[in-house]
């Protein structure tokens, strides 16, 4: 074989192994408008972010903003004007993505109170999908009855990365209960990568095994998750996550 034909061999190769997210078509998992968590601190840094998410065939960016009442105390209004001054930079850059947001909520007792004062949330999709994520380690005494008081208020829960909680790892009960109500799982495409850890990584395999995993995410904070992010297609779940019926591909 000759030295063009090995080169040629390998830079196909090397082809098959860029990231490519055109299937997935949305991501609904960000943290992209500047300054207001700890995702992209500066509307440079969200460009570069949002440039690259594009780069990898992703056409609509939802972006998310933690809402935590002891930490980042974002509100609509915070959001909405950080996404009208980021959609102003997206397209004086010459950047061509659709650009929304929601939010990411902290399930803890402020947020209980404000579904029940039915006080504005922000949702993404047409049948009002609110991103809820929890602590790590223990699970909140009122997780099935926050999903439960939602659904009552005409809102569809998602529960984000649920492979990233330990307690569910343990707690064999609960991911079950989870599965009975139907409460639909996003997964960080991350997790599959082993960024987080092996153990989230074969959780988050169990889980798509498992038909609970309706949405996926970057979860994008940073530059060093995209770098990471890139060695997704290497890794065996890849294919199943394609052949998944996401509900990214119609938001």
């Not at 080169?7 to 490519?20: A, G, H, I």
């Not at 649920?162 to 991350?190: C, G, K, M, V």
Request: a negative charge; charged letters at 25%.
């Amino acid at each position: 074989m000759s030295l063009f034909n090995i080169f040629n061999k390998l830079q196909k190769s090397d082809d098959s192994q860029k990231l490519d997210l055109e299937w997935m078509h949305a991501d609904m998992h960000s943290h992209l408008i500047p300054g207001i968590d700890d995702g992209a601190q500066t509307t440079e840094e969200s460009l570069v972010l949002i440039e690259r998410l594009a780069s990898y065939g992703l056409k609509k960016l939802i972006t998310t903003p933690h809402i935590m009442s002891e930490f980042f105390r974002n509100t609509p209004e915070t959001i909405s004007s950080g996404l009208m001054e980021l959609k102003k930079a997206t397209e004086a850059a010459g950047i061509n993505i659709e650009l929304e947001a929601a939010a990411e909520y902290y399930l803890d007792e402020i947020f209980f109170e404000k579904v029940e004062k039915n006080e504005q949330l922000l949702t993404f999709g047409s049948n009002k999908m609110l991103l809820l994520e929890t602590g790590f380690m223990s699970k909140p005494h009122i997780l099935l009855e926050t999903f439960f008081q939602l659904e009552m208020s005409g809102y569809q829960p998602v529960f984000a990365h649920p492979e990233r909680y330990i307690y569910l790892h343990q707690e064999s009960h609960t991911l079950e209960a989870l599965a009975d109500r139907n409460i639909p799982f996003q997964l960080n495409l991350l997790s599959l990568t082993g960024y987080y850890s092996k153990g989230v990584k074969k959780f988050a395999e169990k889980i798509i095994d498992m038909g609970l995993v309706k949405l996926v995410g970057t979860d994008c904070h940073n530059e060093k998750y995209l770098d990471a992010l890139e060695r997704l297609p290497r890794e065996k779940y890849y294919e199943k996550l394609k052949e998944l019926d996401l509900w990214n591909k119609n938001l």
